[in-house]
C-alpha cells in the first residue's frame, strides 16, 4: 500500500505580503525618579536605556517630567500701613543632557494671597500683620516631545543614558515695603521615556519570493497527487 506524505504550507496573499507597510510603534515606557529632598540640589540623575536599532528607525522621542515639591512659606508686613501679601513657593527643575543643554525645565507653584494690617509689632510671621503655611504644594507636569536629527542620535544606540535634574528654589513674597519673608522647600521627579519607530521588515522583494515559493511547492504537491 503506497503512502502519501501531505506537506500543508499557510500562505498569504502575495499582494497582502508586497503592502505590508507597518505604522509606527511605541516601545514600553521606561519610568524613572527622584526622592522627595530639600532644594536646592544639582546633582540627581535619570537613566534611562537607549532605543534599540535592532528594533528599526527610531523616529520620536518623548519625555515626561512630573515635579512635585513641598514646603512652608511665611511673611510679616512691618509696614505702618495695611497691605495685600502675595508669597509664592516655587521650584525650578531642570533637567539637562550630558552636554549641559537644557531638555526640558518646569516649576511647580503654590501660591497665597493675604490681607493683613499694619505691623502689629511682634515679628512672629502670624498675629493680625502675618501668616505661617506650613503645608503647601504643588505639582507641575512637562512633556518634550522631539522628532529632531540632533535628538535622534543622542537617544539612539546601545547603552543608557544619563539625564541631570536640579531644582533650585526661586520663592518670593510681594505687596509690601518693608516685608520680612521666608521659605523652605523640597523637590522630587516622577519622568517617563517613549520611543517611537518605525519596526523592521523585510524587503519587498524577499516577502513576494516567500509566497510564490509557497504556491509553487503547493501546485507540485496536487499534481502528484492528481
Same mark, same amino acid.
Not at 505580503?17 to 505604522?23: T, Y
Given at each position: 500500500?503506497? *503512502? ?16 505590508d ?27 534611562? +536605556? ?26 510679616? +508686613? ?17 533637567? *539637562? ?17 493675604? +490681607? ?10 502670624g498675629?493680625?500683620s ?26 539612539n ?52 519570493? *516567500? ?5 509553487v ?10
Amino acid at each position: 500500500m503506497r *503512502t502519501r506524505h501531505w506537506l500543508f504550507i499557510a500562505t498569504t496573499p502575495l499582494w497582502i505580503l508586497i503592502n505590508d507597510v507597518r505604522a509606527d510603534v511605541q516601545t514600553p515606557s521606561q519610568s524613572q525618579s527622584i526622592a522627595l529632598a530639600p532644594t536646592d540640589f544639582m546633582n540627581a540623575t535619570l537613566v534611562f +536605556n537607549k532605543f534599540n536599532p535592532s528594533l528599526g528607525t527610531l523616529t520620536g522621542v518623548s519625555f515626561t517630567i512630573n515635579g512635585h515639591i513641598e514646603g512652608t512659606s511665611a511673611f510679616e +508686613n512691618t509696614s505702618s500701613s495695611t497691605a495685600t501679601i502675595v508669597t509664592n513657593l516655587q521650584v525650578n527643575i531642570v533637567v *539637562t543632557h550630558a552636554d549641559g543643554s537644557s531638555l526640558i525645565a518646569i516649576t511647580p507653584v503654590v501660591s497665597t494671597s493675604d +490681607n493683613v494690617t499694619a505691623f502689629d509689632g511682634v515679628k512672629d510671621f502670624g498675629g493680625t500683620s502675618g501668616k505661617t503655611y506650613s503645608s503647601l504644594a504643588a505639582d507641575n507636569l512637562g512633556r518634550y516631545t522631539s522628532a529632531l536629527a540632533s535628538d535622534l542620535a543622542y537617544f539612539n544606540g546601545p547603552g543608557t543614558i544619563t539625564l541631570s535634574v536640579a531644582a533650585l528654589g526661586s520663592s518670593n513674597a510681594t505687596g509690601s515695603g518693608n516685608l520680612l519673608s521666608k521659605f523652605s522647600s523640597s523637590a522630587s521627579a516622577a519622568s517617563s521615556l517613549i520611543y517611537t519607530y518605525t519596526p523592521v521588515v523585510p524587503e519587498p522583494t524577499s516577502l513576494a519570493l *516567500t509566497a510564490v515559493g509557497g504556491l509553487v511547492i503547493l501546485a507540485v504537491r496536487r499534481k502528484r497527487v492528481s
